[in-house]
Antibody, heavy 122, light 113 residues
């Protein structure tokens, strides 16, 4: 069974750092991108960026560039989303999703991880 | 404001059919067949129900169908069931000037009356 399993919920203070994870299993990890998607409370989905496990190259939405870092450890088929300094506005659910691609074209997102809730509050 | 426009809400009675539209531009929906649809129940992760405009993943009910005309993609759900009540999102590849390769719809809340 193809699945992505994310790390558990986090409660942090503004200014703290955080790394959440997404472990893939049941498929060739190198063949598909891993994308990260944000969903703020009561809101829609926003694409944050993706990483290509074949060469570890990452691409970011301008809305998130410079604020988060996407990385991975291919040896344990795990992708990461990292913040150096959290803001209260980072409070959201974060999903990872396996992304088949056609060259530079993402084709769809499937499956999705179960989500990691991040709460940033003083 | 989302790049793809979806109605905020639609509703229908059990057994009826409903259609959710997803309107973009000639740089996204109108240019590519990489349009996909997702169902999200409250508190759950999104689930892929249509990919490449009109294809259903294995295990997705045949009651779900997708299509596209010009810059608008559509998701049709026939024979509505109570379990179809959820949020639905469309996503498309884009060739617009930004480095973001995908654009999302704002989501549509489906209520089964």
């Amino acid at each position: 069974e193809v699945q992505l399993v994310q790390s558990g919920a986090e409660v942090k203070k503004p200014g703290e750092s955080l790394t959440i994870s997404c472990k893939g299993s049941g498929y060739d990890f190198s063949t598909y991108w891993i994308s990260w998607v944000r969903q703020m409370p009561g809101k829609g989905l926003e694409w944050m960026g993706r990483i290509d496990p074949s060469d570890s190259s990452a691409s970011y939405s301008p809305s998130f560039q410079g604020h988060v870092t996407i990385s991975l450890d291919k040896s344990i088929t795990t992708a990461y989303l990292q913040w150096g300094s959290l803001k209260t506005s980072d409070t959201a659910m974060y999903y990872c999703a396996r992304t088949p691609h056609n060259g530079d074209f993402p084709r769809w997102f499937d499956p999705w991880g179960q989500g990691t809730l991040v709460i940033v509050s003083s | 404001q989302s790049a793809l426009t979806q109605p905020a809400s639609v509703s229908g009675s059990p057994g009826q059919s409903i259609t959710i539209s997803c309107t973009g531009t000639s740089s996204d929906v109108g240019a590519y067949f990489h349009v996909s649809w997702y169902q999200q129940h409250p508190g759950k992760a999104p689930k892929l129900i249509i990919f490449d405009v009109a294809n259903r993943p294995s295990g997705v009910s045949t009651r779900f169908s997708g299509s596209k005309s010009a810059n608008t993609a559509s998701l049709t759900i026939s024979g509505l069931l109570a379990e179809d009540e959820a949020d639905y999102y469309c996503i498309s590849h884009t060739s617009s000037s930004t480095p973001t390769p995908v654009v999302f719809g704002g989501g549509t809340r489906l209520t089964v009356l």
